[in-house]
């Protein structure tokens, strides 16, 4: 298993529904997870952090830390044209938490 | 966060040269990384910017193709040395402390013909 996986996609869903991004992880990387946003030709830009089990949110964000299942997730409510772009996933490296791993992202397209 | 600001954001060479890319941080931070992004990939590290010391080098990466200088807490420098069409790539500098947020400046559009 990778240290960090995520579908890549194409995720499609209509405007005003809720999209749900997912992303699992192994025994290999510690228990700090990030959410990152990355338009086509732009560098990835911090959307969430998540450090203990459970929910945070943030506006229309919310992620989800299930340790016991090794998932990590983002629901983006109602979504927006504006929120199409690839959502990367990413953790420290568990021997070495100066390390980001990176998911290889997973691409949403919320349609008008 | 800290405000990046990296420079050139794009830049169109010929093989054989080099560029220097450079990323400068209004704040002084710990950690600074360099990033390779290929078109409809995720982010490959370069290397992690040390400063007053070598940068430390991931698998496939060297010394000469990519020497990085960090001078000080707030400047580092990444130098894609005698490029090839295969360097063509996004360049990203990046920064964080251990084990929080890494926040990323603009990004460097490299394109070698």
């Known amino acids: 298993q990778k240290e960090v996986e995520q579908n890549s996609g194409p995720l499609s869903v209509p405007e005003g529904a809720i999209a749900s991004l997912n992303c699992t992880y192994s025994?290999?990387?510690?228990?700090?997870f990030f959410w990152y946003r990355q338009y086509s030709g732009k560098s990835p830009e911090l959307i969430m952090s998540?450090?203990s089990n459970g929910d945070k949110e943030d506006g229309r964000f919310t992620a989800q830390l299930n340790k016991a299942s090794q998932y990590v997730s983002l629901l983006i409510r109602d979504s927006q044209p504006s929120d199409s772009a690839t959502y990367l996933c990413?953790?420290?490296?568990?021997?070495?938490?100066?390390?980001?791993?990176w998911g290889l992202g997973t691409s949403l397209a919320v349609n008008p | 966060s800290a405000v990046i600001s990296q420079k050139p954001s794009r830049d169109i060479c010929q093989r054989g040269t080099s560029l220097t890319i450079q990323c400068q941080v209004d704040s002084q931070v710990t950690m600074m990384f360099w990033y390779r992004q290929q078109p409809g990939q995720s982010l490959t590290l370069i290397a992690t910017a040390n400063q007053g010391s070598e940068a430390t080098y991931e698998s496939g990466f060297v010394i000469d193709k990519f020497p990085i200088s960090r001078p000080n807490l707030t400047f580092s420098t990444l130098t894609v040395s005698n490029m090839s069409p295969e360097d063509s790539s996004i360049y990203l500098c990046?920064?964080?402390?251990?084990?929080?947020?890494?926040?990323f400046g603009q990004g460097t559009r490299l394109t070698v013909v």
């Open positions: 990413a953790a420290y490296n568990a021997g070495n938490n100066r390390k980001l791993i």
């Open positions: 025994d290999r990387v510690s228990q700090s």
């Open positions: 998540i450090y």
């Open positions: 990046s920064v964080g402390e251990k084990n929080t947020e890494a926040f």
